[in-house]
């Protein structure tokens, strides 16, 4: 993992908010709304539905 993907992933898990909104955290991650789409789908990235929609979960 390079340095910046590193620094993305801190910046996700020292919000203090459980979950990250998808757009919040496919810009954080360095990567396309639609890559963390299929990301998801395909059990590589935990997200949870929320009462303000489907979110990354920071904990699985």
Not at 23 to 36: C, H, N, P, V
């Amino acid at each position: 993992m390079i340095p910046a993907d590193l620094h993305s992933i801190r910046r996700i898990f020292l919000t203090p908010r459980p979950n990250v909104p998808l757009m919040t955290a496919a810009d954080l991650l360095g990567m396309s709304l639609r890559e963390l789409k299929r990301d998801i789908a395909d059990g590589v990235i935990v997200a949870v539905s929320t009462a303000m929609g489907t979110k990354v979960a920071k904990r699985s």
